[in-house]
């Protein structure tokens, strides 16, 4: 059986990555690991680890992407938590079995090889959940 094995991050929707970074890094001492630039999902992406998963802080770089709009109508805050799975397809099924509504039927592929896919909020009480599997052949995002 599929299994959930930690949370891997939380992702917050911010208006830029500087102020934020104010509170997480200097007001709360966490760590910057570094900063990316995904074209793909038009996002700059602050990387904030802590235990074993991290906080990321995501800056859309197109007001008119999936993600820009978003923060246009809700405001800067929560976007979504991913949690790692040991067998992302075998968890998909799984959730289909009981009903549960997807948003990716199939894992997209991230970069470095990274397999993700997302769960609809109206399945998981308002939260959107990432499902994330972790290949250590290829390697993470960061
Ligand atoms: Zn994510």
Redesign the pocket.
Known sequence: MPKVKRI??I?LVVENLESPLSFWQDALGLNLSGTLHVPQEEAKIAFLPLGSSEI?L?HPTNPESGLGKYLEKRGPGM????LEVDDIEGMLDQLRAKGIQLINETPRLGEGGRR?AFIHPKSAYGVLV?L?EYRADVGKLD
């Open positions: 891997d991050h992702a990321e995501v976007h979504h938590i991913c993700y990432e994330y």
